[in-house]
């Protein structure tokens, strides 16, 4: 496996959310297939429950994954909203791929069994354990010159999407991460965020 050498403060840094993508990748289907072993492999979970699943769509699976969501929504908004927001998903599509963040319930079930203290908090932490697969994916996609960003169009595409991947109905989908080239100045002319100040966001006792 290849590593990256960028320092991880480099690469949070230089995460952001990049909705003008091609359908040009900058790395080899094979090293996207290595960062997501990796991180699927070395991302930590909620007592280990190692419940997080992703299926990678690639190409013409990634554009068939945006068909069955545009299908379903299609049927869904109101007129009025439908240009936009069939343009939204246009641009979706118009990455390289998705990757489905799935969190299974056996492994959760099995801790609500083992540590029924904890019964009701394990639905919780899975979300954060998801999330935790979803900010590392994210932030290594970058580093690698990918543009990416998060959507949240579940549970509408799940069950189309379990008969086209093979993928088991009670997985639950949390979030999708859209992935694909630089569209030219698409991160030159992101916006600038307004920050917090960290003052008001940090505290740091005993240093
Ligand atoms: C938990 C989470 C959920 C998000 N959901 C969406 C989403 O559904 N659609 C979207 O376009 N962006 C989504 N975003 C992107 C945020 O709006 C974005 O990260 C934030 O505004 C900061 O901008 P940046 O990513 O460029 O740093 C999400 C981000 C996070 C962390």
Redesign the pocket.
Known sequence: MTHTTTSFADAITH?????QLTKTSPISDQKIKEIASLVISQVPSSFNSQSTRMVVLLKEHHDKFWGIVNDILKGMVPEDQWAHTSQRLGGFRGGYGTVLFYEAPEPVKKLQTNFPQYADKFPTWAEHTS?MH??AMWTALETEGMGC????YNPLPDQKAAAEWNIPLDWSLK?QLVFGGLAEGAREN?PK?DKQPVEEKLFVHGA
């Open positions: 995460r952001r959310t990049i909705y999330a979803q900010f960003n998060l959507q949240h979030a992101l965020l």
